[in-house]
């Protein structure tokens, strides 16, 4: 099971920047896809972002050109940058880990989030 940690969370006014981190441990880290994920009080959780073993990422729509995912296979982290941020981005954001993905499901293993809150 690989153990995650997430970190960079806070807040930030509209039209901010924040970066968050992930810090991975467990199993080889190289060989799972890891993503971003968020889940606002009292909405579904949903996918932000991913990035697969070869470094393939893919964004949701309401992200897409705002936030950029990329990974350290030597450090074994995941990081998110948020730019332009906006009050609809304001959640608990989490950090998974998965080696059957498809898309945003297959997802497993989970850190314990990190809050971003976002004032206009």
């Known amino acids: 099971q690989m153990q995650l940690v997430e970190s960079g969370g806070g807040s930030v006014q509209s039209g901010g920047s924040l970066r968050l981190s992930c810090a991975a441990s467990g199993y080889t880290y190289s060989s799972y896809c890891m993503g971003w994920f968020r889940q606002a009080p009292g909405k579904e959780r949903e996918g932000v972002a991913i990035i697969d073993i070869d470094g393939v990422r893919e964004y949701a729509p309401s992200v897409q050109g705002r936030f950029t995912i990329s990974r350290d296979n030597v450090k074994n982290t995941v990081d998110l940058q948020m730019n332009n941020l906006t009050p609809e981005d304001t959640s608990m954001y989490y950090c998974?880990?998965?080696?059957?993905?498809?898309?945003?499901?297959?997802?497993?293993?989970w850190g314990q989030g990190t809050q971003v809150t976002v004032s206009s």
């Open positions: 998974a880990s998965g080696q059957q993905t498809s898309g945003f499901d297959g997802f497993n293993d």
